[in-house]
């Protein structure tokens, strides 16, 4: 299994704005993806710090998930809110 951390810093005027569109636009997305297995969302309202962690069976599965056009323009759609570009970083999850 893998995990996929993405994180960024929001801007502090469309931080409420932001998280609506996350949970209106966003999440929806990530949640109707068979291939993803979990996800935790993580926010730091002090620091404007946003974390969204995914877990995925496969790189195969998530990177064909990440390709799709429907996923990169939900990922568009966050432009606005963001202080600095995506950051994303995978891991080999393990016990």
């Keep these: ?13 469309t931080l ?4 609506r569109y996350y949970n209106t636009e966003a999440l929806p997305h990530l949640r109707n ?3 993803m297995r979990t996800m935790h969302s993580l926010l730091d309202r002090d620091n404007n710090r946003v974390v969204v962690l995914t877990f995925w069976a496969t ?18 759609g ?14 080999e999850v393990f016990e």
């Design 1 to 13: 299994m893998i995990a996929i951390m993405l994180s960024t810093q929001l801007l502090a005027d």
């Design 78 to 91: 966050l432009a606005p809110f963001l202080a600095e570009p995506l950051t994303r970083e995978m891991f």
């Design 59 to 76: 790189e195969f599965d998530f990177n064909t998930y990440y390709a799709e056009a429907q996923t990169q323009l939900m990922l568009s």
């Design 16 to 19: 409420d704005e932001a998280i």
């Design 33 to 35: 993806t068979p291939t």
